[in-house]
C-alpha cells in the first residue's frame, strides 16, 4: 500500500509561482510513474506532469512550457514548478503514482489533493 502525502497549495497571484510536493509512504517497491493531475470544478481531471522513474517527463497541453516535475529521494518524491499561473490553473492538485506489481499487473494511488488558487 502506498500513501501519498501532497504539499505546497495555496493562494497566489497571476503571474505568480507555486511549488508543490508530494512524498510516497508504504511500499518498498519502486515508483513506475508519479506526477500530478489536476481537476477544477465542471471540468475533467487532466494531466498536469508525469515523471516515470527513468526521468522522462510528460506534461500536460495546458501547462506545457510553465512547469517542471521532478523526482527525488529514490524517486519516491515529486515536485511540481509552476510559473506564469494564470486564473485557468485555479484547481485541485492530485498527486498520483503508479506501481508497478509485475509485468501484467500495476497499482494506482491518488493523494487528497491540495488547492491551487490563482486570484489576484
Known amino acids: 500500500q502506498v500513501h501519498l502525502v501532497e504539499s505546497g497549495g495555496g493562494l497566489v497571484q497571476p503571474g505568480g509561482s507555486l511549488r508543490l510536493s508530494c512524498v510516497a509512504f508504504g511500499t518498498s517497491l519502486s515508483i513506475k510513474n508519479m506526477g500530478w493531475y489536476r481537476q477544477a470544478p465542471g471540468k475533467q481531471r487532466e494531466l498536469v506532469a508525469i515523471?516515470?522513474?527513468?526521468?522522462?517527463?510528460h506534461y500536460g497541453d495546458s501547462v506545457k512550457g510553465r512547469c517542471t516535475v521532478s523526482r527525488h529521494n529514490a524517486m519516491n518524491t515529486a515536485y511540481l514548478e509552476m510559473n506564469s499561473l494564470k486564473l485557468e490553473d485555479t484547481a485541485g492538485y492530485y498527486c498520483?503514482?503508479?506501481?508497478?506489481?509485475?509485468?501484467?499487473?500495476?497499482?494506482?494511488?491518488w493523494g487528497q489533493g491540495t488547492q491551487v488558487t490563482v486570484s489576484s
Open positions: 515523471m516515470d522513474s527513468g526521468g522522462i517527463t
Open positions: 498520483n503514482a503508479e506501481q508497478r506489481i509485475s509485468s501484467y499487473s500495476s497499482r494506482n494511488y
